[in-house]
């Protein structure tokens, strides 16, 4: 069965020092992977894609995250946290041979970024 | 960048009133969009695709008659709760996506639904 794990409920970082919010993911073949960002009482926006290529993706508000296929996970980063970057974080996966497009997303981390 | 509106924020409706939830792709046409509820400091849970100009997918212990779905264009589809009840109140949350395998879902911001 397609499954995502964050298996971190909640990670908490010092203003400045870098961060990483970890997933790791169950699916066959070549998953399509994503990472969003959700703020309170809002819906969620997306942060960055790995489709194919370069393992490491660059993205929104300077977040990156890289892909490791043998160990099946797509860890977010940013070097320098802010405390605006206090939210909750899901990482998401979809299966390409699925013509569906839906989205299996992990149980979501909440990032705590503190002065 | 990809722009999904999604009316209203907020509604507060007594118990059995039916609640329409409007979700429009602003800057891009949308063949398929998806709804989602969210409970309270957990993931989303998908209810049901929703293609345009058919039927909408409904996942598995959705209901199809308690939850409609109507996706008449290409930038619009919309969610009715009908005689809604205190145990439907959540947070529902739309999005839409590209034509395209490798494009991203894209999110409205809610509709907190409160049924008295």
């Known amino acids: 069965a397609q499954s995502v794990a964050q298996p971190e409920d909640q990670v908490n970082v010092a203003e400045g020092n870098p961060l990483t919010v970890k997933c790791t993911y169950s699916v066959s073949g070549n998953p399509y992977l994503f990472w969003y960002v959700q703020y309170p009482n809002r819906g969620l926006q997306f942060l960055l894609k790995y489709i194919t290529g370069d393992n490491l993706v660059k993205g929104s508000y300077g977040f990156e995250a890289e892909f490791n296929k043998s160990q099946t996970s797509f860890h977010l980063k940013k070097p320098s946290a802010l405390v605006s970057d206090s939210a909750l974080y899901f990482c998401?996966?979809?299966?390409?041979?699925?013509?569906?497009?839906?989205?299996?997303f992990g149980q979501g981390t909440t990032l705590q970024v503190k002065p | 960048g990809a722009v999904v509106s999604q009316h209203p924020s907020w509604v507060i409706c007594k118990s059995g009133t039916s609640v329409k939830i409007e979700c429009r792709s602003l800057?891009?046409?949308?063949?398929?969009m998806f709804w989602y509820r969210q409970f309270p400091k957990q993931s989303l849970m998908l209810m049901a695709t929703?293609?345009?100009?058919?039927?909408?997918?409904?996942e598995q212990g959705v209901e199809k008659d308690k939850f409609l779905i109507n996706h008449a264009s290409l930038t619009l589809s919309t969610l009715t709760v009908t005689s809604a009840h205190p145990e439907d109140s959540s947070f529902y949350i739309c999005s839409a996506r590209r034509q395209g395998a490798e494009e991203p879902q894209h999110f409205g911001d809610g509709t907190r639904l409160s049924i008295l």
């Open positions: 929703s293609n345009e100009g058919s039927k909408a997918t409904y």
């Open positions: 800057d891009f046409q949308a063949t398929t």
């Open positions: 998401a996966v979809r299966d390409p041979s699925i013509n569906t497009g839906k989205l299996i």
